[in-house]
Nanobody
């Protein structure tokens, strides 16, 4: 069983930065592809970013490329999402998720474990 706990959300102004963290309680963190998803009120959950087990490969939603960076520290069982140049449309609850498969997936159905989410609100 893997438990994921996100932190780092908050209320910021457009153009500001935030760094989200997600800590895993499992002892096999390095065996999971890790992803970040987000969901705003009335909208479907959408893929934001994912990182391979080694950290060497990443994938991003087009609208966050160049602004967001996903990284991981397997020694700390933690995955990060650095968010720069935030926009009001980035407002959502952000969830981290763990995928036991071997390759990066952008569809949420491939992810086995989910955190409770952390709210990010960007004011204009």
């Amino acid at each position: 069983q893997v438990q994921l706990v996100e932190s780092g959300g908050g209320l910021v102004q457009a153009g500001d930065s935030l760094r989200l963290s997600c800590v895993s309680s499992g002892r096999t963190f390095s065996s999971y592809v890790m992803g970040w998803f987000r969901q705003d009120l009335g909208k479907e959950r959408e893929f934001v970013a994912a990182i391979s087990r080694s950290g060497r490969s990443t994938s991003y939603l087009d609208s966050v490329k160049g602004r967001f960076t996903i990284s991981r520290d397997n020694a700390k069982n933690t995955v990060y999402l650095q968010m720069n140049s935030l926009k009001p449309e980035d407002t959502a609850v952000y969830y981290c998720a763990a995928d036991g498969g071997g390759t990066i997936a952008t569809a949420d159905r491939f992810y086995d474990y989910w955190g409770q989410g952390t709210q990010v609100t960007v004011s204009s």
